[in-house]
């Protein structure tokens, strides 16, 4: 699977950014695709997942019903709308296929590359 991430930017506390990983070459051992988040000099954090045929999602608890995880099968696209951003959120962020629901970075399958979200105070 190749995975392409955009939509990363400068943004205040409290804005928006919707981020979007572009997906192809979907395999079997995609079945869920994910956004993930790592901090300078933090370790890769979960964010958000999404079961790619049935549409089931599932959230960190810091996401708080401020992120929302979009999957659109038709256009082959997964999105993450953030809200009510907080300057605890700028990382890099990384979309993510794995074969089962993660928790954690040890059972990604393929990751896309980074994108920048930095949220000045």
């Known amino acids: 699977v190749q995975l392409q991430a955009s939509g990363g930017g400068l943004v205040q506390a409290g804005g928006s950014l919707r981020l979007s990983c572009a997906v192809s070459?979907?395999?079997?051992?995609?079945?869920?695709m994910n956004w993930f988040r790592q901090a300078p000099g933090e370790e890769r954090e979960f964010v958000a997942g999404?079961?790619?045929?049935?549409?089931?999602?599932r959230y960190a608890d810091f996401v708080k019903d401020r992120f929302t995880i979009f999957r659109d099968s038709a256009k082959m696209t997964v999105d993450l709308q953030m809200n009510s951003l907080k300057p605890e959120d700028t990382a890099v962020y990384f979309c993510?296929?794995?074969?089962?629901?993660?928790?954690?970075?040890?059972?990604?399958?393929?990751w896309g590359q980074g994108t920048q979200v930095t949220v000045s105070s």
């Open positions: 993510a296929s794995s074969s089962g629901v993660v928790s954690t970075a040890a059972g990604v399958v393929s």
């Open positions: 070459g979907l395999t079997t051992s995609d079945n869920v």
């Open positions: 999404v079961v790619w045929r049935e549409g089931k999602k």
